[in-house]
């Protein structure tokens, strides 16, 4: 994927340009920080427990590269403002997530090594993020997993428990992962990183493959993207 091939028609201010970048670099942390509770569970062991164990594994075992473009909108302190994205995963360590102004102008890129993710300015970036913006660990996250509808980290050990509606959790000290209800998909995730919270979740999701929404709440903001119809 070329930096500028994610385009859209929708035209952006350049005071919205720069709230909507200071929305996406929380994606950046996020996707990667919303507080909130977790859902309360109980724990679950023997057969229900190997079960939910497999669940999970076969959920993170997507083939890479990934590939694709969306479009989003950032709701911010009472505003709603729209971006273009796009994600190129060769592997958990070698991805690329872009973020434009609706008009395809490069505002940031996130670049995942498999231990770090570095911030970049695009053209587009105004006066955010700082030319001197630190890389920042990560540890073996897979932003292209997250936006596929899969676990970020790999399900390795963590607690296994049952939420109230029936559904099966997973999880550790980098992530909490949610099934739905009727345990045939991954419905919501909890990432911590740096002591902050990000809370991905994939309204509407009814089928397994990539998910059409991908919902981020960092911060008090929500990002909503919507993959583009291949």
């Known amino acids: 994927m070329r930096r500028g091939d994610v385009l859209t028609g929708v035209a952006l201010s350049r005071s919205g340009r720069f709230r909507v970048?200071?929305?996406?670099c929380g994606v950046a942390s996020a996707l990667l920080l919303v507080s909130g509770c977790a859902p309360a569970r109980h724990r679950i062991s023997g057969e229900e427990a190997r079960g939910a164990r497999e669940f999970f594994t076969a959920a993170a075992a997507l083939s890479f590269p990934l590939v694709a473009s969306y479009s989003g909108v950032a709701e911010t302190s009472g505003r709603v403002l729209p971006f273009v994205a796009g994600v190129s995963s060769r592997s958990p360590a070698e991805e690329t997530v872009g973020f434009y102004d609706p008009l395809g102008g490069p505002i940031l890129f996130l670049a995942n090594d498999g231990s770090r993710v570095t911030v970049s300015r695009g053209q587009a970036a105004g006066e955010f993020p700082p030319p001197d913006m630190k890389p920042?660990?990560?540890?073996?996250v897979s932003l292209g997993r997250i936006l596929f509808g899969a676990p970020g980290y790999p399900v390795?050990?963590?607690?296994?428990?049952?939420?109230?509606?029936?559904?099966w959790v997973f999880g550790n000290r980098r992530q909490r992962l949610f099934s739905d209800p009727l345990r045939r998909l991954l419905l919501r995730a909890e990432y911590d990183f740096a002591g902050k919270r990000v809370v991905v979740s994939y309204p509407g999701r009814e089928m397994p493959g990539p998910p059409p929404l991908v919902k981020v709440e960092v911060f008090g903001a929500k990002i909503l993207l919507r993959r583009d119809v291949e």
Not at 21 to 24: D, I, K, L, M, Y
């Open 136 to 140: 920042f660990a990560s540890g073996l």
């Open 156 to 167: 390795e050990e963590g607690d296994l428990g049952r939420t109230p509606e029936g559904g």
């Open 21 to 24: 970048v200071a929305s996406v």
